[in-house]
């Protein structure tokens, strides 16, 4: 009962400032184009691009290419974050391991994704495997390494005790390596999953017929409709932050309030 | 004769430290316990006293001599031997009930009985309304209440405390070696307590066992001054002060674990500082 008296309040505190801060961006938006007066195909007023954004959903244009961008990016993200726990897992348990494959890893992440997904799509075709496969090793890296900190920063002291009371390899695991690992693991998947976003889009680029990569593409080419790319930009970063949140409520449902 | 509880004969260890070098914890050290005896170990640093502890409870293994508990060899942990540590160890993430049930958790015990038993455990260490407390909610003295329950949850015959209460300060402390014993009265248990502190093991033990410096063996024993319960005014009785000297005098100059003016110059000092 309390705790609902108090979350009303608080509510208003959080909802506040990002209301304010909402309509102080649309503000700055829309005074650079009065001040700056841009056509519409250079910088497009805020309530036209919305009005763009609800006509695009309205008529049929957004929903495929946003549904074909979501398919690519949960496969991808799912497939790179499994990658990412098992192979983490790997590097935390074996030093073996961490001196063979590390350099690999790093030199992987290095490369910029940008350079690789032509070459990817080359190999994969210009289907959904070779953009699931881009939002994979997009997102394995900061899960990995997030995964490998994680599983390291198990207090050994914990582990101790858990040995004290005769707790078998596998309780070890579950009982406190995963709880221990957990934010570290949840901080690198909120990092993966806006990754995501990022490769699709690239993926889609990279060769394609439908996605928001390819809406944007169109729409800046040969519809040239800068509205429209504006509204497709929209999506995305919708997306981006639909998933963003998604994860945080995961994250707030297995990690607690621990402080 | 019965068994007793813990015997530990001829034990060695030895540890290899940052260059190397093998540093010789414990040279040949021979310590027999009776059941529910409650027995008090002190020494300086570096005597081993932590080190006895953990091969007693089986979580080193000595390079000689045998340890038993319960007449049984000991080639590792097992649940007849409860440990407290010298921090709470909870698990941050549990809250107290499942702390204190996590050994029964781990023993296979079903949810229902484990948690059954782990409210029993929280009423004995004086805990009962704060099992939906997390650790970090909690007092440092309330941490170590827990862990002491969780120590307790497996009904060992043995409970094996490394400087339990070396955290907190020295009233906190008196007070929480008189709730051990109250603890203590109400459970089975053997008892040995490693502590850093002359007037605790006083307090506390039967018998207090006093290692020598590095490479640790016994130098002396001391029996207690004071037949049981024992309270907190027992601090002030000369008997326990007489015991203390005498602690003292056989640490000697080297062996000053805790300098505490109280324990040098008596107890009337404190209220002075």
Redesign the interface.
């Known amino acids: 009962m309390t705790t609902a008296r108090h979350a009303r309040p608080a509510r208003w505190h959080t909802a506040l400032p990002v209301l304010v801060g909402a309509v102080g961006f649309l503000g700055l938006w829309q005074a650079v184009d009065v001040v700056g007066n841009y056509p519409p195909y250079i910088l497009p007023e805020p309530a036209v691009v919305a009005s763009r954004f609800v006509r695009a959903w309205a008529d049929g244009t957004m929903a495929p290419h946003a549904v074909a961008t979501m398919r690519e990016i949960i496969l991808g993200f799912l497939v790179g974050a499994a990658a990412a726990l098992a192979v983490g897992y790997l590097l935390a348990r074996s030093r073996l391991a961490n001196l063979v494959l590390s350099p690999y890893l790093v030199a992987a992440q290095s490369t910029p994704i940008l350079a690789l997904a032509p070459l990817l799509s080359l190999w994969f075709g210009s289907g959904l495997l070779s953009k699931v496969v881009i939002c994979a090793l997009i997102v394995f890296f900061p899960v990995a390494v997030s995964t490998l900190v994680g599983l390291r920063s198990v207090d050994s002291r914990l582990l101790e005790l858990g040995h004290s009371l005769r707790a078998t390899r596998r309780q070890l695991f579950t009982t406190l390596e995963i709880p221990a690992a957990l934010p570290s693991v949840m901080g690198g998947i909120r990092v993966g999953v806006t990754l995501a976003v990022v490769g699709a889009i690239i993926g889609e680029w990279a060769g394609g017929d439908e996605g928001l990569g390819v809406l944007i593409n169109l729409a800046r080419g040969s519809l040239f409709d800068i509205p429209l790319m504006f509204a497709t930009l929209l999506t995305v970063a919708l997306i981006g932050m639909a998933l963003y949140g998604l994860t945080i409520l995961v994250e707030r449902r297995l990690v607690g309030d621990r402080s | 004769m019965t068994t007793p509880a813990i015997r530990v004969v001829g034990v060695r260890r030895t540890f290899a430290d940052r260059h190397e070098v093998g540093v010789q914890a414990l040279d040949g050290l021979t310590l027999e316990v009776a059941p529910r005896e409650v027995v008090a170990i002190i020494g300086p640093n570096g005597s081993g006293k932590s080190t006895l502890l953990r091969i007693i409870?089986?979580?080193l293994a000595p390079d000689a001599g045998t340890v038993e508990v319960d007449g049984r060899p000991v080639i590792?942990?097992?649940?007849s031997v409860g440990?407290v540590?010298q921090?709470p160890?909870l698990?941050?993430?549990r809250d107290a009930l499942a702390n204190v049930a996590?050994?029964l958790?781990?023993?296979g015990v079903p949810k229902a009985i484990r948690e059954a038993r782990a409210h029993d455990l929280l009423r004995l260490v004086g805990l009962d309304g704060f099992a939906a407390a997390?650790p970090?909610q909690l007092s440092g003295g309330m941490r170590q209440r827990v862990s002491i329950a969780r120590a307790l949850a497996?009904e060992p015959s043995v409970l094996l405390l490394d400087e339990p209460f070396s955290a907190l300060d020295a009233l906190a402390r008196e007070r929480f070696d008189i709730e051990l014993l109250r603890v203590w009265e109400r459970t089975n248990t053997t008892v040995v307590l490693v502590t850093h502190s002359i007037l605790e093991a006083v307090l506390v033990a039967d018998r207090t066992v006093v290692l020598s410096p590095r490479p640790g063996h016994v130098l002396a024993e001391v029996a207690a001054a004071l037949g049981r319960p024992r309270r907190l005014e027992d601090l002030a009785r000369p008997e326990l002060l007489e015991a203390a000297a005498q602690i003292r005098a056989l640490l000697g100059p080297l062996g000053d674990p805790d300098p505490d003016p109280r324990e040098i110059l008596g107890s009337g000092i404190e209220h002075h500082r």
Do not use: H, I, S, T
């Open positions: 409870g089986g979580l590792g942990p097992d649940r440990f540590f921090e160890r698990l941050p993430w996590y050994p958790e781990l023993a997390r970090q497996l």
